[in-house]
């Protein structure tokens, strides 16, 4: 794992704190151009959280973009991966408005 992520994670933080402090780390991975340690951020941080948000946003974003590459380069396995990716996220969305997270 990144070792960043392991030093919010070690803080013990209370979960939407945790998440915000992802979220910002996964942000800055975003802006460099370091899409998997954003998605990783991201995750945690769903992981720690668990509530619909900019987390979500930015990993059905990030997920979608995967997948367009995974297209474009003829990868049938990478292209399957992230349409699972997505559609779990968008479960999850659905969920939340059912049951109200």
């Known amino acids: 794992m990144n070792a960043k992520i392991d030093a919010i994670l070690a803080q013990n933080l209370a979960p939407a704190a945790c998440a915000k402090a992802l979220n910002e780390l996964g942000k ?12 990783a951020c991201w995750e945690k941080s769903m992981a720690c959280y668990g509530k ?22 003829g990868d049938g396995k990478g292209l399957e991966v992230y349409s699972e990716k997505i559609d779990a996220l968008m479960q999850q969305s659905k969920d939340a408005i059912r049951y109200g997270f």
């Open 52 to 73: 619909p948000g900019f987390a979500q946003a930015q990993l059905m974003k990030a997920y979608n973009a995967k997948r367009r590459q995974c297209s474009e380069a």
């Open 28 to 39: 800055g991975y975003a802006e460099q151009d370091d899409a998997d340690s954003a998605i």
